[in-house]
């Protein structure tokens, strides 16, 4: 089954993540595997729109998911529900690894030549789960086509659309970063959701306002 599918049938059906994430803080390993499925369309698409296009020889969106997938496994057990979100703590852990691989892009020469770089992230021992997901989510047509919508929004949507849509950031801390009050904030979400396809914020997303 297509990942960004499965994604929204459990989504449906099954708890909220963060209920999931309690569960698997507790213990519960299997919920853990749940978590992966639901957060990593984000997490995909996410760096989808982050890594500029000129990097992509050496970078993209399936090392990041799998690299911070990684890092969250082997993190799991500082996770905090009572400090934040599972997405935001997900999120958080995901833009630590983009930046590490565009410092490490940064101090190489990039031109062709026998100093051509390497990928910008070591991916030894990813998870085979990892792999097949990332690589499912890579030949999603429907993920392409989510990817797509969020890329014909103008600058300033597809800021809150990240931040908000898939970061899961209040919308009067978006509002304070673009400049603009919570409830012009508010009513730019609105418009953003307008724009997009309800199959994509419901694939992307977990806001509801």
């Known amino acids: 089954m297509d990942v960004s599918a499965d994604h929204e049938a459990r989504s449906s059906e099954d ?3 963060e209920g999931l994430a309690r569960r698997a ?54 996770f ?10 997900t999120f958080g852990i995901a833009r630590h690894v983009l930046l590490d ?8 020469p990039l031109s062709g030549g026998q100093d051509e770089p390497g990928r910008a992230i070591d ?7 990892a792999v097949t997901v990332s690589s ?14 969020v890329r014909e929004l103008d600058e300033n949507e597809q800021a809150l659309f990240v931040q908000h849509g898939l970061e899961g950031a209040s919308l009067a801390a978006c ?20 724009k997009l396809a309800d199959a994509t914020l419901h694939a992307l997303t977990d806001v509801s306002d």
């Open 123 to 129: 991916l030894e021992g990813v998870p085979e789960r």
């Open 101 to 108: 691989a565009l410092r490490r892009l940064a101090h190489r």
């Open 80 to 89: 905090d529900p009572e400090r934040g979100s599972f997405r935001a703590w």
């Open 25 to 78: 803080r507790s213990g519960d390993d299997a919920r853990f595997g749940e978590l992966y499925l639901r957060i990593s369309p984000a997490v995909f698409a996410w760096a989808s729109l982050r890594i500029p296009n000129a990097l992509r020889p050496w970078l993209d969106a399936e090392d990041v998911v799998q690299e911070a997938w990684c890092r969250a496994c082997n993190r799991f057990a500082r």
């Open 15 to 17: 708890p909220s993540t």
């Open 136 to 149: 499912q989510l890579a030949r999603s047509e429907d993920m392409a086509a989510h990817v797509s919508r």
């Open 175 to 194: 509002g304070e970063g673009l400049g603009v009050s919570p409830e012009a904030a508010k009513k730019r979400w609105q418009r953003v959701r307008q």
